[in-house]
């Protein structure tokens, strides 16, 4: 196997008391495209900070194509959109791109970075003139400016209409094409169900699972049965291939490996049962239940 892209040893975080990272360990490979995903606090910004030089870790070793982050070739090689908006004031968006550019060995050209993110629109205007989405929109594309080999996007489509959110994917899909390294968080898990050769699952400081969507089904249940009733849960716990049961009033989610053993079982209440749906189970469902799963 080639040697990684990204490594991490160890790597461990705390903020006065709060242990955020307690051993961090994971490698990331030429091409890949990964979604970091964890509940709010997990510590996934904090993670990617800490690959990109931004924090310091501490304990544990960071390295990007064999040497340290804060190695001149990485950064030449590494494009960041952080949770937090870049907004330099009485700057215009094509001149912040062509600022960001100069910072880079090899990056594109302010018009060639203008065309591929459709910002003809926003080129002239200030940047602190722009809307939320917008300027999101703008800093997606100031980690791209550098024309780097890996990506980091931490919550990338954050006050993005729903325009705008499908754009930046269509922009992904066509940089994984080109073969580049992705690393993605975002909160609409739906996203990167299609775009993510690889889920990392940041759970209670650790690296709960690593591995693919259908790998993650396969442990965590392949479909799901939802439906509204008045029953009680009690008679659900037990049926045979249930993973795990989610209820909240009078809704209930049955991820099982087996749909169709499920369904079988619940004929005896079908008359007590409302608005059924069948569905392939969906990572919002399965990080839903990741961390109950766990700790039982």
Partial sequence: MTAPIIEAKSIKKAFKKTEVLKGIDFRIYEGEVIALVGENGAGKSTLIKIINNLTRADDGHIQLFGQAPDAKEVRNRVGVMLQENIVLHRMKVKEMLELAGSYYAEPLTSTEIIDMMNLDDLADKKVT??????????????????????????????????????????????????????VVTSHYLEELENIASRILILQEGVIAFDGTLHELRKIRGEGTISFNTELSESLFNQLEGLV?????????????????????????????L?????????????????????QS
């Fill in 274 to 294: 409302k608005n059924i749906t069948i569905q392939q189970t969906t990572l919002n469902h399965l990080l839903a239940y990741y961390k109950g799963e766990n």
């Fill in 244 to 272: 795990s049961l989610h209820h909240q009033s009078d809704y209930y989610s049955l991820i099982t490996q087996n749909v169709n053993a499920l369904l079988k079982q619940l004929i005896p209440y079908i008359d007590e």
């Fill in 129 to 182: 003139e722009l809307s939320g989405g917008q300027k999101r929109k703008v800093n997606f594309a100031l980690s791209l400016v550098g024309n780097p080999d890996v990506v980091f996007l931490d919550e990338p489509t954050a006050s993005m209409d729903v325009k705008a959110r499908k754009d930046l994917w269509e922009i992904v899909s066509y940089l994984k094409e080109q073969g580049k390294t992705i």
